[in-house]
């Protein structure tokens, strides 16, 4: 029989919608044991104000981990917000307290307490009015893993869709897309689909920068510089690298039909596409880490908190895939010692 995982879940923004998802997945039975890393007291006043039962229990990290019936949730103990949480009311005195959560999510996944972290929306705007520098849960738990390029992926619809930059404004983007940088990124996805998804030989379909990938030097020259030596180089490796493709053409079932995973260049490249094909469904994988950690495709929703009207479909599915990943075959994380996937 497969080991039952331990999975760790932060709420995100107290706040938001966060502590009502969690809340809303707590109802339905899981194959994984479930441990909150964050205030036991958000989450009880949440469940009140939804009409939902909630049965916390601390988690006893020495006990075997045990499938968690519906209405169950452990918890991490010593998680709590220094001030009491209003929903759809941000507050910058409990910043600290959010990511205290992911530290401890993160501490936890690295020493081997939890198999993977499932991670709630934060609210970047209120933590960096707190006076705390912050880009984004990515980077955070890059820094906090001593990883040197995380990668994000989007899984949706059948479509796995990663990035070569992220959070980067356009005029920006193409002195991003290195020879160097592109080779890791590249690196880091074949690792990471056969790791954590089982591919043995991973196929994938690499988007140009520029449209129609640049025809041949005449709309922008960054593939020819840059992108097809560095796939030249890969596939002499042994990759199964197919492009550059253009964008427009590259999500289109014919083209899609041979590739485990497509590599945009930049973040509206490929995203659009994928969030159409499966939004509220949409799960966002974060490769490079020497930790899982999957999380929702969108934000705290601070008009929703509390109303009982927020969709709980997008942190099932990132909970249901954290589970998929670390119970199937080739699934396990990899040693939280590696190099994070530098060439």
Same mark, same amino acid.
């Given at each position: 029989?497969?080991?039952?995982? &331990?999975?760790?879940?932060?709420?995100?923004?107290?706040?938001?919608?966060?502590?009502?998802?969690?809340?809303?997945?707590?109802?339905?039975? %899981?194959?994984?044991?479930?441990?909150?890393?964050?205030?036991?007291?958000?989450?009880?006043?949440?469940?009140?104000?939804?009409?939902?039962? @909630?049965?916390?229990?601390?988690?006893?990290?020495?006990?075997?981990?045990? =499938?968690?019936?519906?209405?169950?949730?452990?918890?991490?103990?010593?998680?709590?917000?220094?001030?009491?949480?209003?929903?759809?009311?941000?507050?910058?005195?409990?910043?600290? $307290?959010?990511?205290?959560?992911?530290?401890?999510?993160?501490? /936890?996944?690295?020493?081997?307490?939890?198999?993977?972290?499932?991670?709630?929306? !934060? +609210?970047?705007?209120?933590?960096?009015?707190?006076?705390?520098?912050?880009?984004?849960?990515?980077?955070?738990?890059?820094? &906090?893993?001593?990883? #040197?390029?995380?990668?994000?992926?989007?899984?949706?619809?059948?479509?796995?869709?990663?990035?070569?930059?992220?959070?980067?404004?356009?005029?920006?983007?193409?002195?991003?897309?290195?020879?160097?940088?592109?080779?890791?990124?590249?690196?880091? @996805?074949?690792?990471?689909?056969?790791?954590?998804?089982?591919?043995?030989?991973?196929?994938?379909?690499?988007?140009?920068?520029?449209?129609?990938?640049?025809? *041949?030097?005449?709309?922008?020259?960054?593939?020819? &510089?840059?992108?097809? #030596?560095?796939?030249?180089?890969? &596939?002499?490796?042994?990759?199964?690298?197919? *492009? =550059?493709?253009?964008?427009?053409?590259?999500?289109?079932?014919?083209?899609?039909?041979?590739?485990?995973? !497509?590599?945009?260049? $930049?973040?509206?490249?490929?995203?659009?596409?994928?969030?159409?094909?499966?939004?509220?469904?949409?799960?966002?994988?974060?490769?490079?880490?020497?930790? @899982?950690?999957?999380?929702?495709?969108?934000?705290?929703?601070?008009?929703?908190?509390? %109303? /009982?009207?927020?969709?709980?479909?997008?942190?099932?599915?990132?909970?249901?895939?954290?589970? +998929?990943?670390?119970?199937?075959?080739?699934?396990?994380?990899?040693? #939280?010692?590696?190099?994070?996937?530098?060439?």
């Amino acid at each position: 029989m497969a080991r039952t995982p &331990r999975i760790a879940l932060t709420p995100g923004e107290p706040a938001g919608i966060g502590p009502d998802l969690v809340v809303r997945i707590a109802a339905e039975p %899981s194959a994984a044991q479930r441990v909150v890393v964050g205030d036991p007291q958000v989450l009880t006043d949440r469940a009140r104000q939804l009409g939902l039962p @909630l049965h916390l229990t601390p988690l006893d990290p020495t006990t075997p981990p045990r =499938p968690d019936p519906a209405g169950t949730l452990h918890v991490w103990p010593g998680c709590t917000a220094p001030r009491p949480v209003t929903p759809g009311h941000l507050d910058p005195d409990n910043a600290g $307290y959010v990511l205290q959560t992911l530290t401890q999510a993160a501490d /936890g996944c690295l020493d081997g307490t939890f198999q993977a972290l499932v991670t709630g929306p !934060v +609210h970047k705007g209120v933590i960096n009015e707190a006076g705390i520098p912050f880009t984004g849960h990515t980077e955070f738990l890059a820094q &906090r893993c001593r990883a #040197p390029l995380p990668v994000m992926m989007l899984v949706a619809g059948g479509l796995r869709v990663a990035l070569v930059t992220t959070h980067l404004p356009l005029a920006r983007v193409a002195e991003q897309i290195t020879p160097e940088r592109l080779e890791t990124v590249l690196r880091i @996805l074949d690792r990471d689909l056969r790791i954590h998804f089982g591919l043995a030989h991973p196929r994938i379909l690499v988007c140009g920068l520029n449209p129609h990938a640049g025809e *041949g030097g005449h709309l922008g020259d960054e593939e020819i &510089r840059v992108i097809e #030596p560095v796939l030249q180089r890969l &596939r002499a490796e042994g990759m199964s690298l197919t *492009g =550059p493709v253009p964008a427009d053409t590259a999500f289109t079932p014919h083209t899609l039909e041979g590739a485990d995973a !497509v590599l945009a260049m $930049y973040h509206d490249q490929g995203l659009p596409v994928l969030k159409h094909a499966g939004f509220g469904r949409a799960v966002n994988v974060t490769l490079g880490l020497p930790i @899982l950690r999957t999380s929702v495709d969108h934000g705290t929703a601070l008009d929703l908190a509390g %109303s /009982g009207r927020a969709d709980p479909g997008s942190l099932r599915e990132a909970l249901d895939l954290a589970v +998929h990943l670390t119970m199937a075959p080739g699934g396990e994380t990899h040693d #939280p010692h590696s190099d994070g996937g530098t060439p």
